[in-house]
């Protein structure tokens, strides 16, 4: 009898240690850090096939970096810029971003134009040559921008001449959605994918909770911290990327596709939730460029993605979808918010 429960015992303590190492194992942590698509990059995954996982994602990253860099002559959309107006056979990634990228267009009634990389570059955000365009420069500049000067048929994309295609406002998004994809396809349950500050995660925390996401502040500091499932989120800001003209004024890299010059809507913080990367990297953009009562219309029509502003005022306005879920922090307390219902 003493043997038996000797066996016994045995087989309790090997199942509980068993069960013991396979919950360690579920919550073990495993990260990556890179650079790509011209910013740092973290990768964080959970589970005895993290590793692996992650190995994945990254290279899958690195591919969508080879072919969407503006600024590789050898990437599909550098080959693009390139071609003087003649037709180039890109991969399928570029094809179905591009396509996604003027649909986005219509959308937003061209507050997201893929097409803005000459004024961009006039502006010298492609280089460290700032300066502040004329407005002549820009307008002719703008001649050669427009959703009608991207032509696609399959998988062959041609420009009208002197045009150029940049999908970075949403490439991020596309590669983020493809680098949780692969690590989902690995077995793992639970990651999270920083690419520059466009955060998007899978699944839940290995707890079982909600993740926990800072938006970013212009000021370096947080707006607030919102509890997500599964989703991206991703703010627009012009704090990203600026300079102080010979004038005093702050320029940025966000450009009013009406004028070539920096958006100036009111918005200073543009932040874009939902269940999509590339969808979440793009509005965020758009959001930035339309203003607080554009996107508040744009958002009772389509009912997504959620979006929290930060206006130049220092007012919040968040989306009934999100209200819930978002915690201003200490700074923003005191703010005024307005809470867009459908």
């Known amino acids: 009898m003493k043997k038996v429960l000797s066996f016994a015992a045995v087989a309790l303590l090997a199942l509980g240690g068993w069960y013991g190492w396979n919950q360690f194992a579920k919550t073990r942590k495993h990260s990556v850090s890179f650079y790509a698509m011209d910013t740092p990059v973290t990768l964080t995954a959970y589970g005895s096939r993290a590793e692996e996982a992650l190995d994945r994602a990254r290279s899958r990253i690195k591919q969508i970096e080879s072919e969407l860099s503006v600024t590789d002559p050898r990437s599909d959309v550098g080959r693009l810029n390139a071609a003087g107006g003649a037709p180039v056979e890109v991969g399928e990634?570029?094809?179905?971003?591009?396509?996604?990228?003027?649909?986005?267009?219509?959308?937003?009634?061209?507050?997201?134009?893929?097409?803005?990389?000459?004024?961009?570059?006039?502006?010298?955000?492609?280089?460290?040559?700032?300066?502040?365009?004329?407005?002549?420069?820009?307008?002719?500049?703008?001649?050669?921008?427009?959703?009608d000067r991207v032509r696609l048929f399959g998988r062959t994309l041609r420009l009208d001449e002197g045009s150029m295609l940049d999908l970075g406002a949403v490439g991020k998004g596309f590669a983020g959605d493809e680098a949780l994809a692969a690590m989902a396809a690995a077995g793992v349950e639970s990651a999270l994918v920083n690419l520059g500050g466009n955060v998007q995660t899978l699944g839940l925390r290995p707890d079982g909770q909600r993740w926990r996401i800072g938006v970013k502040s212009p000021d370096g500091g947080l707006i607030g911290v919102l509890r997500v499932e599964a989703e991206a989120v991703v703010t627009s800001g012009g704090y990203e990327r600026f300079f102080t003209g010979p004038d005093g004024r702050i320029y940025w890299h966000i450009l009013d596709p009406r004028t070539g010059a920096p958006a100036r809507s009111g918005v200073i913080s543009a932040t874009a939730v939902g269940p999509e990367g590339k969808v979440c990297d793009a509005m965020s953009t758009a959001f930035f460029v339309m203003g607080a009562e554009k996107t508040a219309a744009f958002w009772k029509e389509h009912g997504s993605p959620g979006f929290v502003l930060l206006t130049e005022n220092g007012e919040l306005w968040i989306s009934e979808d999100l209200a819930a879920r978002f915690e201003a922090d200490p700074a923003y307390a005191g703010a005024k918010v307005t809470v867009v219902r459908r």
């Open 93 to 147: 990634d570029t094809a179905a971003l591009t396509a996604f990228a003027l649909r986005v267009n219509a959308l937003t009634d061209g507050a997201f134009d893929p097409t803005l990389y000459p004024a961009l570059r006039a502006w010298g955000f492609t280089t460290e040559e700032r300066r502040v365009p004329e407005a002549a420069e820009l307008a002719e500049l703008l001649k050669l921008a427009g959703a």
